[in-house]
C-alpha cells in the first residue's frame, strides 16, 4: 500500500510538517462550504492508499471533529485501504465520565463516530484521559510529547529546580518530566469552581528560593495556571515560572492570565496551530517529529512500544 497523508484544516503547517519528513507529499484535499456553513471534503487519488488523516480537533472543536468525520468518509469513500485518524490533540477527552446524572461522555460518543466512518486506528498525543484507549472500539496509539518538550527545556530547568504539578491530575506528568530532567517534584492541590475559576489551595514540596517548572498536558483558559504560579510565589520560589503543556489552546481569558510578569515562557508544543503573536510569552516544540516516526512504523507494521505514553 502507498502511504498517504491527507491534511484537515485545523493545522495544515503540522501535516504538512509530517508529510516532509515521511518524504510523502500530502494528498489533494479541499473542504467545500456551502453559504449555510455546511461543509464538504473533497479528496482524490486514494485508492488503495494507507491514508494518515492529521487533524487535531482543537477549538472550534465542534467544527473541526465534523471536518475530520467527513474527511474520513471522503477517504472511505476515494477507496483507501484503511484509515488512521492523527489527532494530536483530541477534543473531548476531558468528558470521559459522568460528573452528575444527565451528562453526556463526550469522548465515547465521538469515538464511536470516528469508528462508524471508517477510522481503523488513532494516534493522539498525551491524552486527557489514560482511559481513551479502553474507550474506543478501534486501536488507539498513545504518543508523548514529554520528551520532547524536556528536551526543549534546556537550561530553563538548573539543578536547584522543582517539577510542579498544578493539580493532582498531573502529578504522573510532572513524575515522568522529573524522572527525564533528574528533579524533584512538588504538587498543588486546587478546587475548580467552574470551567474558567480555579482555587489552588496548598503545596506539597519544597519551592522556597528555587526556580520552578509549571507542567501539564494542557493549557486551556490558563486558569490552573495561573493559580499555581501564585501559589508558589507564595511559598518563596524564584519569581518567573517556566510553564512546559503538550496543548496550548489558549481560549477565553488565557492570554490576559499568562502575560503576567510571573510566567517568563510558556513551551507548547504545535498539535495546535498557534498565532503569530498573542502577548504571550510562547515558545513551540514541534511534534512532526516523533508523529512522522510512528506513523513510518505503522504503515511499516513495526512496533510503536519506546513512543507510547506512559499510562
Do not use: W
Amino acid at each position: 500500500m502507498t502511504l498517504r497523508i491527507v491534511a484537515g484544516s485545523a493545522n495544515r503547517a503540522l501535516a504538512g510538517s509530517v508529510a516532509d519528513l515521511l518524504g510523502a507529499a500530502p494528498a489533494a484535499a479541499a473542504v467545500e462550504r456551502f453559504p449555510d456553513g455546511e461543509l464538504r471534503p473533497v479528496v482524490d487519488g486514494l485508492s488503495g492508499a494507507d491514508v494518515y488523516l492529521v487533524q487535531p480537533t482543537s477549538p472550534p472543536v465542534n467544527e473541526h471533529v465534523m471536518e475530520l468525520l467527513l474527511l474520513v468518509d471522503a477517504c472511505r469513500r476515494a477507496g483507501a485501504a484503511r484509515i488512521t485518524a492523527v489527532m494530536p490533540y483530541f477534543g473531548y477527552a476531558r468528558q470521559d465520565r459522568r460528573g452528575r446524572p444527565g451528562q453526556a461522555i463526550g469522548v465515547r460518543v465521538v469515538a464511536d463516530a470516528l469508528a462508524s466512518a471508517g477510522t481503523r486506528r488513532l494516534i493522539v498525543v498525551d491524552p486527557h484521559t489514560t482511559a481513551l484507549e479502553a474507550i474506543c472500539a478501534g486501536a488507539v496509539e498513545m504518543l508523548t510529547a514529554v520528551p520532547s518538550l524536556a528536551r526543549a527545556l534546556g537550561d530553563q530547568v538548573p539543578e536547584e529546580a522543582v517539577l510542579v504539578a498544578p493539580d493532582l491530575g498531573a502529578v504522573k506528568l510532572a513524575e515522568h518530566y522529573g524522572a527525564l530532567l533528574s528533579r524533584p517534584v512538588a504538587v498543588v492541590r486546587k478546587t475548580r469552581l467552574s470551567g474558567t475559576r480555579v482555587v489552588a489551595e496548598e503545596l506539597v514540596g519544597d519551592v522556597r528560593d528555587r526556580p520552578v517548572v509549571v507542567v501539564d498536558d494542557m493549557i486551556s483558559t490558563g486558569g490552573t495556571i495561573e493559580a499555581a504560579a501564585e501559589v508558589v510565589a507564595h511559598h518563596g520560589a524564584v519569581p518567573e515560572v517556566v510553564v512546559a503543556a503538550t496543548h496550548g489552546l489558549f481560549v477565553g481569558p488565557a492570554a490576559e492570565r499568562l502575560s503576567s510578569a510571573r510566567i517568563r515562557r510558556i513551551l507548547v508544543t504545535d498539535t495546535v496551530a498557534q498565532p503569530a503573536a498573542s502577548g504571550m510569552p510562547i515558545a513551540v516544540c514541534s511534534v512532526a517529529p516523533p508523529l512522522a516516526d510512528a506513523i513510518g512504523r505503522l504503515h511499516r507494521d513495526e512496533p510503536l512500544d519506546d513512543l507510547l505514553a506512559r499510562t
